[in-house]
């Protein structure tokens, strides 16, 4: 099988025991770091670096019309924001010796640390503070605006992929490709917490409700808008993600009781409307503990949950159990074994190889790879990992660096 062939039967679960990894994010402290210790690549190269971790049998893309989220980072690394059309002008409110406050291309005010500028940034203030504000702001999220489809975005290309393309690909149709293609499709908590900051957007779910109530219709309308426009040109989809962000380590950021009565129909419009064109396998990505939104989720339609953060308390055993067939997993390694010595990463690859018997699993980190993490170590681990496939075409094995970092 080929990867877009083994994504539907892994997602249908009429494939079990085999480890389509999905995704491999590094911070870049975490890339500089796996060169020195001998990972074959010398420079930042994204497709490169997917091409060696990944491999292209387990190679994914997404579509470059996006009413989700888009990588904005203040960083260079991969953090997602509004995809907004035009940004806004980047420009330096302030410098000194420590530190430089802007205004970022999303429009918020952040400082950032000159001796640490791969470091998050400190948010200070937001583009969206009352109706007014949102009414411009969302001028930038019109899904009619030409950047959104760039020439060529419905071909196979080096520009529309992020990874060195197969033989006999190039120029042809996204339709006649061999890999799995989604789209973002919608945001409608992610989205206005970027315009508005948590704090924000926490007090205006009580304080200010008609605006909250326009920016996720708004998000509602732009997905439907987008998503239309794609399948009007002919590209079918393979899966679709939903960037929501909406919980924290221990419980959700927002209320079951505001997510069923607010966001829940919302959800279902852009549910059915995935489904009227074949879109079977929909996720949403929420760091954190979600477990109490996972079932008006999945009475969405949405049936699939991404990064199943360990660190959280999400186990993908726990979640098969609970919801079945229902609910297809997306992540769930722990990176924080990663950094450890054999023993904790063999303690991991045991559990991750349980739910790989379960189907309906697409192993993956469960956030960007830290750089404490040993190039040796992810080696060891993804040679493991893919060593407990039935199927010869996931057997793949990487190469090793030149030194042996991990810790016994």
């Known amino acids: 099988m080929n990867a877009r062939e083994r994504f539907h039967a892994i997602a249908n679960f009429e494939r079990l025991n085999d480890p389509f990894f999905f995704g491999a ?3 870049k402290d975490t890339f500089r770091r796996w060169v020195r210790e001998g990972m074959p690549i010398a420079l930042f190269d994204e497709k490169a670096k997917n091409e060696l971790l990944i491999g292209r049998q ?22 997602w924001g509004p995809p907004l059309v035009p940004y806004y002008e980047e420009k330096i409110l302030s410098e000194d010796e420590q530190y430089i406050i802007r205004i970022a291309r999303d429009g918020a005010t952040t400082r950032i640390n000159k001796k640490d500028r791969e470091s998050m940034p400190q948010w200070i203030d937001y583009p969206v503070k009352t109706v007014a504000d949102y009414r411009e702001y969302k001028k930038r999220l019109d899904p009619y605006s030409p950047e959104r489809y760039p020439t060529g975005w419905d071909r196979i290309s080096n520009e529309t992929v992020s990874w060195p393309l197969a033989p006999g690909l190039d120029g042809k149709h996204m339709n006649e490709r061999d890999f799995p293609l989604g789209m973002m499709v919608l945001t409608l908590y992610g989205g206005p917490r970027y315009a508005m900051g ?25 997905a439907c808008t987008m998503i239309e426009k794609v399948f009007a040109s002919g ?24 997510v069923r009565k607010h966001m829940a129909p919302r959800y279902r419009k852009v549910v ?11 996720l949403l990505d929420s760091d954190g503990q979600i477990g109490e939104l996972l079932p008006i989720w999945i009475d969405c ?23 079945g067939k229902d609910l297809l997993l997306f992540g769930n390694i722990d990176k924080r074994a990663l ?7 063999d303690a991991e690859l045991t559990r ?57």
């Open 198 to 222: 948590l704090e924000n957007m926490s007090l205006a779910m009580y304080d200010d409700p008609a605006l909250v109530e326009e920016m996720i219709e708004w998000q509602t309308y732009f």
């Open 339 to 345: 950094s450890r010595g054999k023993t904790e990463m």
């Open 272 to 282: 059915d409307l995935l489904h009227s064109h074949g879109v079977k396998t929909i």
């Open 352 to 408: 991750i190889r349980a739910i790989l018997k379960t189907g309906g699993f697409f192993p993956s980190v469960d956030h960007h790879i830290p750089p404490d993490v040993p190039y040796e170590n992810f080696v060891y681990f993804m040679n493991t990992l893919r060593s407990f496939s039935d199927y010869p075409e996931s057997r793949r094995t990487m190469e090793r660096g030149r030194s042996s970092t991990a810790r016994a």
């Open 301 to 323: 339609g949405i049936n699939g949950s991404y990064p199943c953060e360990v660190a959280s308390g999400m186990d993908g055993l726990d979640l098969r159990k609970k919801f």
């Open 25 to 27: 994010g590094l911070w």
């Open 58 to 79: 387990d190679q994914n893309e997404f579509v470059k019309p996006n009413a989700g989220s888009l990588d904005m980072s203040d960083t260079g690394d991969h953090t």
């Open 235 to 258: 590209v079918t989809l393979d899966f679709a993600w939903m960037f929501e962000d909406m919980c924290y380590k221990t419980a959700p950021l927002v209320s079951p009781a505001f």
